[in-house]
């Protein structure tokens, strides 16, 4: 097959590994971004030609002025695939395949890795167990999902990522007023029952429906503690042949095949709840996972989920048979947090398991590396309590989603 050109979209700055093993496959690469990010560091060696957005957003006056001006880009230059390289951008990027008749994840299947209401009756009508949960459209189904279910209960945007703009109610009034509060915009939030219980990550990447790899971790403070608890971030690989890495890859696998996926990487979350035992599935995305999840497990197996996302589209774009990459079975763990100090000194953490050190502003973090899990878990809780004296600072909680 002739040289094949991908139209890489990211509205925040990340994909770089991507855009590099895109390159090097022999691919023209052009690069869909915000014009605010027109000076990043992005790997322009890679890059062939780089279009901006006046406006990320999805605003529908946004997306026409964006197929408009593509349409414009496309009169001298084809495109043979779309990859959105972040959630916000996966509506583009579908509009994009549908407007132009590119081979991918069409509008309806993009809905189930973005928009959490679509997940959940999809999930449930697939026989996956999801919390409890009601659209915002209709107010006696809304009433009486509350008087029916137990509190507290989360109200939830469904197109926000990670843990930006949730909210905890913990009585019937307190959910109207909350609910009254979002006006014209309700219809864009669900409310579901809160459950406590341990919350996982499945980080995959699939052909043809089925995942071809995968890594099972879970959060010691998940995504919402931390945004409103202002703690501390971590997670950890877990073992890989275990009864409960086995059962949270067989829901993966389901939630899947249920949401037709063919072939992306994707990262979902899932929870075992306290009360009765069993796993239940959140939410997910058709992604490589943020937050340097991405380099805590390329830290644990050995493999770069970046590089191999680009190495799956390609393959798939030539219909050549991909080859899925030889996890090493090692272990890792990941912590962040804000830091008080502009530039943080983290040189005073200096065990040999250090596999990576964060580099940002304000920010303290860190990847370990071991074959020894439970060595892993003891650093992680060391530099949890570290941090907390010597780094940690807190923000209030973002009203416009982050990267």
């Known amino acids: 097959m002739s040289q094949l050109s991908f139209l890489c979209i990211a509205t925040f700055l990340k994909g770089q590994d991507f855009m590099r093993a895109c390159k090097e496959l022999g691919n023209t690469v052009y690069l869909l971004t915000d014009q605010k990010l027109a000076n990043e560091s992005w790997p322009r060696e890679s890059i062939d030609e780089m279009f901006f957005l006046n406006s990320p957003s999805n605003a529908p006056e946004d997306l026409e002025q964006m197929i408009v001006g593509l349409a414009h880009a496309m009169r001298s230059r084809r495109i043979d695939r779309v990859v959105a390289l972040d959630d916000f951008d996966v509506e583009k990027g579908a509009l994009i395949r549908e407007t132009f008749r590119i081979d991918g994840m069409g509008q309806t299947t993009s809905r189930y890795f973005r928009d959490k209401l679509?997940?959940?009756?999809?999930?449930?009508?697939?026989?996956?167990?999801?919390?409890?949960?009601?659209?915002?459209?209709?107010?006696?189904?809304?009433?009486?999902?509350?008087?029916?279910?137990?509190?507290?209960?989360?109200?939830?945007?469904?197109?926000?990522?990670?843990?930006?703009?949730?909210?905890?109610?913990?009585?019937?009034?307190?959910?109207?007023?909350?609910?009254?509060?979002?006006?014209?915009?309700?219809?864009?939030?669900?409310?579901?029952?809160?459950?406590?219980?341990?919350?996982?990550?499945?980080?995959?990447?699939?052909?043809?429906?089925?995942?071809?790899?995968?890594?099972?971790?879970?959060?010691?403070?998940?995504?919402?503690?931390?945004?409103?608890?202002?703690?501390?971030?971590?997670?950890?690989?877990?073992?890989?042949?275990?009864?409960?890495?086995?059962?949270?890859?067989?829901?993966?696998?389901?939630?899947?095949?249920?949401?037709?996926?063919?072939?992306?990487?994707?990262?979902?979350?899932?929870?075992?709840?306290?009360?009765?035992?069993?796993?239940?599935?959140?939410?997910?995305?058709?992604?490589?996972?943020?937050?340097?999840?991405?380099?805590?497990?390329?830290?644990?197996?050995?493999?770069?989920?970046?590089?191999?996302?680009?190495?799956?589209?390609?393959?798939?774009?030539?219909?050549?048979?991909?080859?899925?990459?030889?996890?090493?079975?090692?272990?890792?763990?990941?912590?962040?947090?804000?830091?008080?100090?502009?530039?943080?000194?983290?040189?005073?953490?200096?065990?040999?398991?250090?596999?990576?050190?964060?580099n940002r502003e304000y920010h303290v973090g860190l990847i370990i590396q071991s074959d020894d899990r439970s060595r892993i878990r003891t650093l992680l809780d060391n530099y949890m309590h570290r941090i907390y004296d010597e780094f940690h600072a807190s923000a209030p909680l973002p009203t416009k989603p982050t990267s």
């Open 118 to 358: 679509a997940m959940r009756t999809r999930a449930f009508a697939a026989d996956i167990r999801v919390p409890a949960f009601c659209p915002l459209f209709h107010d006696e189904t809304v009433t009486a999902f509350l008087q029916t279910t137990e509190a507290p209960w989360l109200i939830k945007p469904r197109s926000e990522a990670s843990a930006t703009g949730i909210r905890k109610v913990h009585s019937l009034d307190e959910a109207w007023s909350a609910i009254h509060l979002l006006g014209d915009n309700r219809h864009t939030y669900l409310i579901e029952e809160f459950k406590p219980g341990k919350v996982y990550h499945v980080d995959s990447l699939s052909v043809d429906g089925k995942a071809v790899f995968t890594r099972v971790s879970q959060y010691l403070a998940t995504p919402m503690e931390v945004a409103h608890g202002g703690g501390v971030f971590r997670t950890g690989t877990l073992q890989v042949d275990t009864p409960e890495a086995d059962a949270l890859r067989q829901i993966n696998d389901q939630v899947m095949s249920a949401f037709g996926m063919r072939y992306s990487a994707s990262h979902s979350e899932y929870i075992r709840g306290d009360h009765d035992g069993e796993l239940y599935f959140l939410e997910t995305a058709s992604r490589v996972g943020g937050a340097h999840i991405a380099e805590m497990i390329e830290a644990a197996s050995g493999v770069n989920l970046w590089r191999e996302w680009a190495k799956l589209e390609t393959a798939m774009a030539r219909k050549e048979h991909y080859l899925p990459p030889t996890d090493n079975g090692g272990h890792a763990g990941l912590i962040v947090s804000l830091a008080r100090q502009q530039w943080p000194d983290l040189s005073v953490f200096s065990e040999p398991e250090i596999f990576w050190r964060m």
